[in-house]
């Protein structure tokens, strides 16, 4: 997906969903024995073949400071996109000992 294209609202939705899907899989390699389905753990052998609990870390920290920043630039949050940022919140206070 080309980014220059989407506004700033639709970037700051996209990154933040971004990083809640990096931290759900951090969560899953960080703590395999709460993996609960087959899905779940076929998600996180495919993920664990290419990267490391502490990468997706690394990478969510990074992607959740990227979201904040175009957060900010929005003239008028709407209710969801405030919504979103309260989980980054919550997810950076999480994986950010």
């Known amino acids: 997906m080309e980014t220059s294209r989407l506004s700033e609202a639709q970037r ?3 990154q933040a969903i ?3 899907c990096l931290e759900r899989l951090y969560e899953m390699l960080d703590n ?3 993996i ?3 899905l779940d ?3 996180a052998g495919w993920v664990s073949h290419r990267r490391n609990a502490e990468s997706l870390r690394t990478s969510a920290g990074q992607g959740i400071i990227e979201a ?3 957060f900010a630039g ?3 949050p709407t209710r969801q996109q405030k919504v979103l940022r309260a989980q980054l ?3 950076q206070s999480l994986i950010i000992h």
């Open 89 to 91: 919140e919550k997810i």
């Open 32 to 34: 395999p024995d709460r």
């Open 41 to 43: 753990a076929a998600q």
């Open 12 to 14: 700051f939705v996209a």
């Open 18 to 20: 971004r990083c809640l």
């Open 36 to 38: 609960k389905n087959e």
């Open 68 to 70: 904040k920043q175009l």
């Open 74 to 76: 929005l003239d008028q």
